[in-house]
C-alpha cells in the first residue's frame, strides 16, 4: 500500500505541474512578448523535449539502480525547470532563453514520466489486479489541482514566476519524499534506444498516440470551438474543458474496476465508441449544451486509452521501463502533432470539420485494438 501510495503522490505531483503551465501560459506569452507563432514553437519545444528523452528513460533507469532511484533525480529536475521558466523574460524576450528552458522542461517531464510509469506497472504486477488508471486519475486530480491553485494565484496578482516557483515547490513537497520510500522498482537493462519496436508494442504505441491526440485537441480547441464557432459566453465556453477534463477523471478513477472486468483492448474500444458519440455530438447539427455534453464524452471515453496500454505495454516488454518508454515515445508523438492538425484542417475548412480528425482517431483506435486484442494479456 505504501508503494502504491507514493506512486499515486508522483502522479498528483507531475499533473500538478503540467497544470500549473497550462495556466500560466497566457502570462508567459506576455512577458516573453511571444507572437502566436513563437508560443506554439515554445509549446512544440516541451513536446519535443519529452519524446527526445523518453527513448533514453528505460536505459537510463537500470543505471540509476530502478526507477524509485530514477525519480529522486528526475522530479527535483521538473520542479526546478518548471520553476524557471519563466525567470528569463527580464533579461531576453523572445525564445532565445525560454526555448532552452522549454526543452529541458521537457526532456525532465520524459525522464519523470517513464519511470513513474514503469514503477506503476510493477506496483500493479505485485497487487496482481489492474490499478494503472487509479494513478492516472491521480494525474489528472493534480492537473485540476494544479491549475485551480495557479488560477488563484494570477488572480490575486501573482506573476508567473511567483505561481511557477510556489507550485513547483509545492509539486517537490508532495513527490519527492515518496521517492525514497516506493523502493527500488524496475531495473531490466531491457532493450535498445533505437531499436524498432516488435509489432505489440507498436500497436500499443499508436493506441497511445491517438489517444493522446483526442486529449490534446479537446484540450487545446474545445473552448476555442464553443466560444468562436459556436457563440458561446467565455465562461459558458469553460465548461465544455472543465466538464471534459472531470469525466477524465471521473472514469479514471472506476477504470481499473472496468479493464479488469472486461480487459484491457475491450476496455479501449468501448472508450473509443463513446469517443465516437461524444465527437457526433461536437459536430452535429446540434449546438451549445449538446457540443458541451459531447466534449464530455469525450473526456469519458479517451480517460483510460493511455493508462491500459502503458499497462499493456509494460507488461508485454522485457522490463516494465522499457516497455513504457516505446510506448510512451510513440504515444506522445500524438500531443506533438494532433493539435497542429487540428489547427491546419480548421484553418482551411473550419474548426467542425476538423474534429472529425478525432472521429477518425477513435476509429483507428478501435481497429487497432481489435487487431490486438488476442495478443494482449487480460484481454
Not at 506503476?120 to 485540476?144: C, D, Q, T
Request: hydrophobic residues 60%.
Amino acid at each position: 500500500m505504501k508503494a502504491r501510495l507514493g506512486v499515486a503522490s508522483v502522479f498528483f505531483a507531475n499533473g500538478f505541474g503540467v497544470g500549473a503551465w497550462a495556466v500560466a501560459i497566457p502570462a508567459i506569452k506576455a512577458d516573453y512578448r511571444l507572437s502566436d507563432g513563437a508560443l506554439s514553437v515554445a509549446l512544440l519545444l516541451v513536446a519535443a523535449g519529452a519524446i527526445t528523452a523518453m527513448p533514453f528513460g528505460g536505459l537510463a533507469v537500470p543505471r540509476f539502480g530502478g526507477t524509485g532511484r530514477a525519480l529522486r533525480l528526475s522530479t527535483p529536475a521538473f520542479a526546478l525547470t518548471m520553476a524557471a521558466l519563466p525567470l528569463g523574460a527580464a533579461v531576453s524576450p523572445g525564445l532565445s532563453l525560454l526555448g532552452p528552458v522549454a526543452f529541458l522542461f521537457g526532456i525532465f517531464n520524459g525522464l519523470m514520466d517513464v519511470p513513474m510509469n514503469a514503477h506503476a506497472a510493477n506496483v500493479e504486477k505485485a497487487w496482481r489486479a489492474p490499478i494503472m488508471s487509479s494513478f492516472h486519475a491521480a494525474w489528472s486530480a493534480g492537473g485540476l489541482a494544479g491549475s485551480a491553485i495557479g488560477a488563484w494565484l494570477i488572480h490575486s496578482g501573482a506573476s508567473a514566476g511567483v505561481q511557477l516557483g510556489v507550485e513547483a515547490a509545492l509539486a517537490l513537497a508532495v513527490a519527492w519524499p515518496w521517492t525514497f520510500l516506493i523502493g527500488v522498482g524496475d531495473r531490466a537493462p531491457d532493450g535498445h534506444a533505437f531499436a524498432w519496436p516488435e509489432r505489440r508494442l507498436l500497436a500499443f504505441g499508436a493506441i497511445a498516440a491517438l489517444g493522446m491526440m483526442i486529449e490534446g485537441s479537446a484540450t487545446d480547441w474545445s473552448g476555442v470551438y464553443l466560444r468562436d464557432d459556436l457563440g458561446l459566453a467565455p465562461d459558458r465556453a469553460t465548461v465544455g474543458y472543465v466538464g471534459y477534463a472531470l469525466a477524465m477523471l471521473g472514469m479514471r478513477l472506476v477504470g481499473d474496476r472496468v479493464v479488469a472486468r472486461l480487459g484491457r483492448m475491450p476496455t479501449v474500444m468501448a472508450g473509443a465508441a463513446v469517443v465516437a458519440a461524444g465527437v457526433a455530438l461536437v459536430v452535429g447539427p446540434y449546438q451549445g449544451v449538446a457540443a458541451i455534453v459531447g466534449f464530455w464524452l469525450v473526456g469519458a471515453g479517451v480517460a483510460n486509452m493511455v493508462p491500459t496500454v502503458f499497462g499493456a505495454g509494460a507488461e508485454a516488454a522485457g522490463g516494465a521501463s522499457t516497455g513504457i518508454a516505446t510506448t510512451a515515445t510513440v504515444g506522445y508523438s500524438g500531443f506533438l502533432l494532433g493539435p497542429p492538425l487540428i489547427g491546419a484542417v480548421a484553418q482551411a475548412a473550419g474548426l467542425r470539420i476538423a474534429f472529425l480528425v478525432t472521429l477518425a482517431a477513435a476509429a483507428l483506435v478501435a481497429i487497432i485494438a481489435r487487431a490486438a486484442r488476442p495478443r494482449a494479456a487480460g484481454g
